[in-house]
């Protein structure tokens, strides 16, 4: 029998896993949208999803960050404020600090010793935590901070403004991309010496037609960083994760000649078709099942077709396929427990 860890690695590896890695997550937006018991009920009745599951320990009133607070403007480490209209759900950027480049003289980074991009650095319960995975069978996982990258200089500049830039020649965005690039890097290689083993790079990149900035664009501005802050995690033989949302086709040969090891991609948007033919056995997929059209508005039956297509289809008894859903408020808790039956059933299709 293996374990979690073995697992995992050998689905990304194609070394023949047990099973299909699974996971679940369920955005702590949903216990005030959903009844607390119903969705304890769901969890405890599906252990492969969520192992060892203790009904007792659900928080139903969970503790928000502060990017994530209804009513409440949060100012982050580059000193974009944030702002949400619901609690649990993470805020958008609505001022930003070089909005005008008349700033920029004055502008700092923040310091990565002490500051992540939201929120305060807490280094000493990595190294904690750093110490303890491999003994449970699980891995050392590490991350950038979601949109650390194409993301940050979006919201700080905003987007128009970043893509005028761009198109522009800007000279001082390229010393703008450099501090965002040396920030990253110091939380990199903070992770690295504590010892980590999976590191991940997630940025969403993609609208629901094409990419947010062309190819071009792309490879001339981002591309570069992303290759020199994946170097010293694949230098220190950490499995290289990237995540991005949205349809990113045009981008996914840049980003997978990055040296990664898994592609966190959506479905539908990029097409199940598309992803087979053109990732499947060169990358391991961690397909992002979707979220806003068969799952939320489609029957159980619609959905468990869904999860075997992309089984059927992305699937292989050599590995290469991990599956994540994200729950959000809005899907009938009958879809959701579909959906939970379906990742459970086919998880284990080729064993």
Same mark, same amino acid.
């Given at each position: 029998? &293996? ?13 023949? !896993? #047990?099973?299909? *890695? ?5 955005? =702590?937006?949903?216990? $005030? ?5 119903? /969705? @304890?009920? #769901?969890?405890?009745?599906? =252990?492969? /999803?969520? !192992? ?5 320990? &659900? ?15 949060? %100012? ?15 805020? %958008? ?18 310091? *990565? ?6 929120? *305060? ?22 991350? #950038?901070?979601?949109? $650390? ?45 504590? @010892? ?14 094409? !990419? ?12 570069? =960083? ?73 029957? *159980? ?30 899907? !009938? ?19």
């Amino acid at each position: 029998m &293996i374990d979690e860890f073995e697992n995992l690695v050998r689905t990304v590896r194609f070394d023949r !896993p #047990l099973c299909i *890695p699974v996971d679940f997550h369920i955005n =702590s937006a949903c216990w $005030h949208h959903y009844p607390a018991d119903a /969705l @304890g009920e #769901l969890m405890a009745g599906h =252990s492969i /999803l969520f !192992p060892g599951f203790d009904e007792s320990a &659900i928080d139903a009133e969970p503790e928000f960050a502060p990017w994530e607070k209804a009513g409440e403007r949060y %100012t982050d480490g580059w000193g974009c404020i944030w702002e949400t209209t619901d609690d649990g759900i993470v805020g %958008t950027v609505t001022e930003r600090p070089l909005e005008s480049w008349d700033k920029f003289d004055a502008f700092a980074a923040p310091d *990565p010793n002490t500051t992540l991009r939201l929120g *305060p650095a807490k280094w000493g319960r990595v190294a904690e935590a750093s110490r303890r995975p491999r003994a449970v069978g699980r891995l050392a996982n590490d991350s #950038l901070q979601h949109g $650390h990258t194409f993301q940050t200089l979006a919201d700080i500049r905003g987007y128009e403004n970043l893509l005028f830039d761009m198109a522009d020649d800007e000279l001082r965005l390229g010393r703008l991309i450099e501090m965002v690039e040396e920030f990253n890097l110091g939380v990199v290689n903070k992770y690295i010496e504590l @010892g980590a083993e999976w590191m991940g790079y997630p940025e969403d990149l993609g609208m629901q037609a094409g !990419p947010m900035l062309s190819p071009e664009q792309f490879r001339r501005f981002i591309k570069p =960083s992303y290759q020199r802050l994946i170097k010293p995690a694949r230098d220190a033989g950490c499995i290289i994760h990237m995540h991005s949302d949205g349809d990113i086709r045009d981008l996914a040969g840049d980003l997978t000649d990055g040296g990664l090891d898994v592609l966190n991609i959506q479905d539908l948007v990029n097409g199940i078709d598309w992803i087979a033919g053109h990732l499947k056995g060169k990358v391991c997929i961690d397909l992002d099942i979707d979220r806003v059209q068969v799952t939320r508005f489609g029957s *159980p039956t619609d959905i468990d077709a869904l999860i075997r297509e992309e089984v059927e289809k992305l699937g292989s008894p050599d590995g290469g396929l991990m599956m994540i859903y994200g729950l959000y408020p809005g899907v !009938p808790l009958k879809n959701v427990e579909a959906l939970m039956d379906a990742m459970e059933r086919y998880a284990t299709h080729y064993s």
